[in-house]
């Protein structure tokens, strides 16, 4: 079953004020932060502010979130795919989506967050901090050959 709602319209999408959705669980916020990273998350947290997530609906059968959110010019269909954790939250998976981006992108990220039993735009954040060791090897992955890094030898040894 869709929820909706009828009100002014952004590019002739209905506009949902509040959504009575019951997922049967929370939402594990912080592994959708994790996956669409910052600037998705954030740009999806501005558009559940503007109103733009139109209809959602729960597919428990598939553990997956459909909904339609307004873009750019054009409503886009989100569907978020989820797994249990032990204690039987919903942890993002995975979303498609049928805007250019296609794949955990902002719109995924507005579907979740409105949604989700936290306030409306006020998502908790419990992103938790990178070892030095996912950080050091997010930094030599930035410096693949032709990049036009050099990596640096040291004379002597690091260990």
């Known amino acids: 079953m869709w929820v909706d709602a009828s009100r002014p319209t952004i590019a ?81 998976e995975e979303g498609d989506c049928s805007c250019p981006v296609g794949f955990n992108c902002k719109h995924v990220a507005a579907l979740v967050v409105a949604v989700s039993d936290q306030p409306r735009g006020t998502p908790k954040r419990s992103r938790r901090p990178l070892t030095w060791e996912e950080s050091l090897g997010s930094v030599l992955a930035s410096g693949s050959a032709g990049s036009g890094v050099e990596r640096v030898r040291f004379p002597w040894p690091l260990s």
């Open 12 to 92: 002739g999408a209905d506009i949902l004020a509040a959504m009575p959705l019951a997922l049967p669980c929370g939402i594990d916020l912080a592994s959708v932060e994790e996956a669409v990273r910052a600037t998705f998350y954030d740009r999806g947290v501005q558009y559940v502010r503007q109103g733009r997530v139109v209809r959602s609906r729960w597919d428990g059968a598939e553990t997956a979130l459909q909904g339609e959110v307004v873009g750019r010019g054009a409503v886009y269909s989100v569907t978020v795919y989820f797994v249990r954790d032990d204690d039987e939250s919903l942890v993002f």
